[in-house]
Protein backbone atom coordinates (compact mmCIF):
# COMPACT_ATOMS: atom_id res chain seq x y z
CA UNK A 1 0.00 0.00 0.00
CA UNK A 2 2.70 2.20 0.95
CA UNK A 3 4.83 1.10 -2.15
CA UNK A 4 1.93 2.11 -4.68
CA UNK A 5 1.24 5.25 -2.39
CA UNK A 6 5.04 6.67 -3.73
CA UNK A 7 4.81 5.07 -6.88
CA UNK A 8 1.31 7.40 -7.55
CA UNK A 9 3.05 10.49 -6.36
CA UNK A 10 5.99 9.90 -8.38
CA UNK A 11 3.99 9.35 -11.44
CA UNK A 12 1.82 11.70 -11.00
CA UNK A 13 4.87 14.29 -10.61
CA UNK A 14 5.85 13.01 -14.00
CA UNK A 15 8.34 10.21 -13.93
CA UNK A 16 7.12 7.88 -16.85
CA UNK A 17 6.22 4.23 -15.56
CA UNK A 18 7.18 4.07 -11.77
CA UNK A 19 7.75 1.03 -11.20
CA UNK A 20 7.05 -1.57 -8.14
CA UNK A 21 8.28 -4.76 -7.04
CA UNK A 22 5.05 -6.93 -6.44
CA UNK A 23 5.24 -8.97 -3.57
CA UNK A 24 8.72 -6.69 -2.30
CA UNK A 25 11.99 -8.11 -1.35
CA UNK A 26 10.95 -11.46 -0.22
CA UNK A 27 9.54 -12.37 -3.50
CA UNK A 28 12.32 -11.58 -5.01
CA UNK A 29 14.42 -13.71 -2.81
CA UNK A 30 12.21 -16.33 -2.87
CA UNK A 31 12.45 -16.24 -6.87
CA UNK A 32 16.01 -16.89 -6.68
CA UNK A 33 16.95 -13.68 -7.88
CA UNK A 34 20.39 -12.71 -7.56
CA UNK A 35 21.15 -9.99 -4.88
CA UNK A 36 24.33 -7.88 -4.64
CA UNK A 37 25.84 -6.71 -1.26
CA UNK A 38 28.14 -4.68 -2.12
CA UNK A 39 27.45 -0.95 -2.32
CA UNK A 40 26.74 0.86 -5.40
CA UNK A 41 27.78 4.55 -6.12
CA UNK A 42 24.81 6.57 -7.23
CA UNK A 43 24.89 9.81 -9.25
CA UNK A 44 22.38 12.76 -7.70
CA UNK A 45 20.19 14.21 -10.56
CA UNK A 46 17.75 16.69 -10.58
CA UNK A 47 14.01 15.93 -11.09
CA UNK A 48 11.87 18.46 -11.93
CA UNK A 49 7.99 17.95 -11.41
CA UNK A 50 5.60 17.97 -14.23
CA UNK A 51 2.36 17.07 -12.75
CA UNK A 52 0.27 14.91 -14.89
CA UNK A 53 -3.20 15.05 -14.33
CA UNK A 54 -5.03 12.14 -15.94
CA UNK A 55 -3.98 10.36 -13.14
CA UNK A 56 -5.36 12.41 -10.45
CA UNK A 57 -8.96 12.46 -9.57
CA UNK A 58 -10.50 15.81 -7.82
CA UNK A 59 -13.48 16.57 -6.04
CA UNK A 60 -14.87 17.87 -8.73
CA UNK A 61 -14.24 14.83 -10.95
CA UNK A 62 -15.52 12.41 -8.49
CA UNK A 63 -18.61 14.61 -8.22
CA UNK A 64 -19.16 14.11 -11.84
CA UNK A 65 -18.49 10.42 -12.69
CA UNK A 66 -20.82 9.62 -9.51
CA UNK A 67 -23.95 11.19 -11.02
CA UNK A 68 -22.29 10.12 -15.01
CA UNK A 69 -23.82 6.87 -16.31
CA UNK A 70 -20.45 6.20 -17.88
CA UNK A 71 -18.62 6.81 -14.55
CA UNK A 72 -17.43 4.87 -11.97
CA UNK A 73 -16.35 5.62 -8.48
CA UNK A 74 -14.67 2.82 -6.12
CA UNK A 75 -14.62 2.75 -2.76
CA UNK A 76 -12.05 0.36 -1.48
CA UNK A 77 -12.49 1.36 2.20
CA UNK A 78 -13.55 -1.02 4.87
CA UNK A 79 -16.96 -1.51 5.13
CA UNK A 80 -17.51 -0.07 7.82
CA UNK A 81 -15.95 2.95 6.80
CA UNK A 82 -18.12 2.46 3.41
CA UNK A 83 -21.25 2.20 5.31
CA UNK A 84 -21.38 4.55 7.52
CA UNK A 85 -20.54 2.67 10.30
CA UNK A 86 -16.99 3.22 11.60
CA UNK A 87 -15.42 6.79 11.10
CA UNK A 88 -12.08 8.09 11.90
CA UNK A 89 -11.71 10.71 14.11
CA UNK A 90 -10.11 13.36 11.70
CA UNK A 91 -13.04 12.64 9.33
CA UNK A 92 -16.22 15.14 10.38
CA UNK A 93 -18.57 13.19 8.69
CA UNK A 94 -19.28 9.02 8.06
CA UNK A 95 -20.20 7.86 4.69
CA UNK A 96 -19.55 7.32 1.25
CA UNK A 97 -19.54 9.29 -2.10
CA UNK A 98 -23.32 8.80 -3.41
CA UNK A 99 -23.38 6.03 -6.04
CA UNK A 100 -19.91 5.04 -4.61
CA UNK A 101 -19.42 1.21 -5.13
CA UNK A 102 -17.41 -0.98 -2.41
CA UNK A 103 -15.11 -3.07 -3.43
CA UNK A 104 -12.29 -3.54 -0.32
CA UNK A 105 -8.83 -2.84 -1.73
CA UNK A 106 -7.62 -6.27 0.24
CA UNK A 107 -9.62 -7.49 -2.84
CA UNK A 108 -6.86 -6.83 -5.18
CA UNK A 109 -4.27 -9.01 -2.74
CA UNK A 110 -2.75 -12.40 -2.80
CA UNK A 111 -2.04 -13.74 0.49
CA UNK A 112 1.90 -13.68 -0.49
CA UNK A 113 2.02 -9.72 -0.92
CA UNK A 114 1.30 -9.68 -4.39
CA UNK A 115 -1.87 -9.43 -6.81
CA UNK A 116 -4.41 -11.88 -6.62
CA UNK A 117 -5.05 -13.25 -10.62
CA UNK A 118 -5.93 -10.62 -12.68
CA UNK A 119 -8.96 -13.19 -14.05
CA UNK A 120 -10.37 -13.75 -10.77
CA UNK A 121 -10.51 -10.05 -9.88
CA UNK A 122 -11.86 -8.94 -13.55
CA UNK A 123 -14.27 -11.20 -13.28
CA UNK A 124 -15.55 -9.42 -10.19
CA UNK A 125 -15.26 -6.02 -11.06
CA UNK A 126 -17.18 -7.06 -14.24
CA UNK A 127 -19.77 -8.27 -12.49
CA UNK A 128 -20.43 -5.22 -10.57
CA UNK A 129 -20.56 -3.07 -13.85
CA UNK A 130 -16.81 -1.98 -14.58
CA UNK A 131 -15.63 -2.24 -18.52
CA UNK A 132 -12.27 -1.76 -19.60
CA UNK A 133 -13.54 1.57 -20.81
CA UNK A 134 -14.68 3.01 -18.02
CA UNK A 135 -13.78 6.36 -16.09
CA UNK A 136 -13.11 5.39 -13.11
CA UNK A 137 -12.02 7.62 -9.63
CA UNK A 138 -10.73 4.92 -6.74
CA UNK A 139 -10.95 6.67 -3.24
CA UNK A 140 -10.26 5.53 0.46
CA UNK A 141 -9.10 7.52 3.26
CA UNK A 142 -5.79 9.30 1.85
CA UNK A 143 -5.43 7.67 -1.26
CA UNK A 144 -2.77 5.00 0.04
CA UNK A 145 -4.97 2.04 -0.10
CA UNK A 146 -6.72 3.84 -3.52
CA UNK A 147 -3.16 3.76 -4.88
CA UNK A 148 -2.49 0.21 -4.03
CA UNK A 149 -6.50 -0.50 -6.05
CA UNK A 150 -4.57 2.17 -8.69
CA UNK A 151 -2.32 -0.35 -9.78
CA UNK A 152 -4.03 -3.34 -9.77
CA UNK A 153 -6.38 -1.55 -11.76
CA UNK A 154 -3.90 -0.46 -14.25
CA UNK A 155 -1.95 -3.71 -14.31
CA UNK A 156 -5.83 -5.36 -15.85
CA UNK A 157 -5.57 -2.94 -18.41
CA UNK A 158 -8.31 -0.17 -16.76
CA UNK A 159 -6.15 2.38 -18.54
CA UNK A 160 -9.15 5.28 -17.60
CA UNK A 161 -8.28 4.98 -13.66
CA UNK A 162 -7.50 7.63 -11.45
CA UNK A 163 -6.97 8.09 -7.57
CA UNK A 164 -8.71 10.39 -5.89
CA UNK A 165 -5.88 11.14 -3.52
CA UNK A 166 -7.54 13.59 -1.01
CA UNK A 167 -10.34 10.42 -0.84
CA UNK A 168 -12.82 10.43 2.19
CA UNK A 169 -10.54 12.68 4.06
CA UNK A 170 -11.39 15.60 2.08
CA UNK A 171 -14.72 14.79 0.41
CA UNK A 172 -16.24 14.31 4.49
CA UNK A 173 -14.90 18.05 5.01
CA UNK A 174 -16.46 19.64 2.53
CA UNK A 175 -19.78 20.32 3.25
CA UNK A 176 -21.25 20.95 0.16
CA UNK A 177 -20.64 17.76 -1.14
CA UNK A 178 -23.19 14.95 -0.19
CA UNK A 179 -22.73 11.77 1.66
CA UNK A 180 -24.39 8.62 1.48
CA UNK A 181 -24.90 5.94 4.28
CA UNK A 182 -25.98 2.56 5.49
CA UNK A 183 -25.63 -0.48 3.33
CA UNK A 184 -25.66 -1.45 -0.47
CA UNK A 185 -25.87 -4.44 -2.96
CA UNK A 186 -22.53 -3.54 -3.75
Known sequence: MRA????????YAGMRTPLML????????????????????????????????????????VRSLSTSPTGFV???RSRGEFDGSENRECCPRSGRVPGAVWFEW???L??????????????????????????IAVYC?????????????????YSRARNYVGSWH????????????GRTKS
Do not use: C
Open 141 to 157: HRGARAAAAFYALRSMG
Open 170 to 181: EWSSKKNLPTEL
Open 110 to 135: SGKGGFRSRRSISKQLRSMGLQLGSD
Open 74 to 76: LDV
Open 22 to 61: EGGFRAWKDSKYPVEMRGRVTVPTIFKAHPDPSVLATASH
Open 4 to 11: ARVAWLLE
Open 106 to 108: TNF
